[in-house]
């Protein structure tokens, strides 16, 4: 177990990994939009952790360190002014009935900060939509502006320079380039995310969009702002890679990763949503279990013991 008190915590070494991994993208954050990221994340983080304590007393189980992340990644999944009360609805919703409805850790078919996400995305679409922000010291400055793929939708240019350094309006975490590749960096020579889901489903799509791009078929985006836009590096990182939806076999991983990269660049461009990966990332969900069925290959993880001999914590092997 963690710190001892009312809550009780289970410890778990690989989900810290992805805390110090996301912790510099939020400093970014604080730094780009100010304090309001730090009170909004207050409540966020407040609303994951009490949520799950009302599912897990009842089986006298503590809460487990994961839903720092689902927490952490919600936020920086957020736009900068989304109101407090969505995000709170959000996380509730996404711990609850992404995570515990399914029994918990470990147990979750879906990523629960995709599906918390994606429900006041539909819900609250103007609030999910609209209000972005360019990024200012320490949000001082701030002045609507409209995202890299609304600009390069208009048909106009975007300056690569600000978009490799996150200097650009977008959620408050999908922005940082530099940032998501060294913590990407971090996370596979650490074993905490597995290589080949970030390769398959980056690499998926950028090859989608250059050849939609190439034969200059309508409404598709030039390739190399488009693959620094959005959220498609921020969800190849952290959210493609989650252990416990992502498939467990190296075949699997690599059909999974394309099913997430296709889909979204499909989504992304033809429909009538913004972007597509939060969509993506359910879709490849939804295969997970099938692929690792009917695939017949080995598995890349194996039981890391714990404090508390918990076998579901796996590490991925490289």
Do not use: C, H
């Amino acid at each position: 177990m963690g710190f001892t008190g009312p809550i009780k915590f289970q410890k778990q070494p690989m989900m810290r990994k992805m805390l110090y991994a996301l912790t510099p993208i939020l400093m970014f954050s604080i730094f780009a939009y100010g304090l309001r990221v730090i009170w909004l994340g207050f409540w966020v983080l407040l609303t994951a952790i009490f949520v799950e304590y009302l599912f897990e007393k009842r089986k006298n189980k503590p809460v487990s360190e994961a839903v720092l992340v689902t927490a952490m990644l919600f936020l920086l999944s957020l736009p900068p002014s989304v109101p407090f009360w969505v995000a709170i609805i959000g996380i509730a919703f996404g711990v609850a009935f992404g995570k515990e409805v399914y029994g918990g850790f470990s147990r979750n078919v879906f990523n629960p900060a995709i599906v918390g996400r994606l429900f006041i995305y539909i819900t609250f679409p103007l609030y999910m939509t609209s209000g972005w922000f360019k990024p200012s010291l320490f949000g001082l400055d701030a002045a609507t502006s409209a995202t890299p793929l609304q600009i390069l939708r208009d048909g106009q240019n975007v300056d690569l320079l600000n978009l490799l350094l996150g200097w650009r309006a977008g959620a408050m975490g999908e922005a940082p380039v530099l940032l998501i590749l060294l913590a990407a960096i971090y996370l596979i020579w650490t074993k905490t995310a597995n290589w080949r889901l970030m390769i398959s489903t980056y690499g998926s799509a950028v090859l989608l969009t250059f050849l939609l791009d190439l034969f200059n078929v309508p409404k598709s985006l030039p390739t190399i702002p488009a693959m620094l836009s959005g959220s498609l590096l921020f969800i190849t990182v952290f959210m493609a890679t989650e252990p416990i939806t992502a498939p467990k076999k190296i075949k699997s991983m690599w059909i999974y990763g394309i099913i997430i990269g296709l889909s979204g660049v499909v989504i992304r461009t033809f429909s009538l949503f913004s972007e597509g990966w939060s969509f993506a990332i359910l879709i490849g969900n939804m295969f997970a279990p099938l692929l690792d069925e009917i695939i017949k290959d080995k598995k890349v993880k194996k039981p890391v013991k714990s404090v508390n001999n918990d076998a579901s914590e796996k590490k991925v092997e490289a």
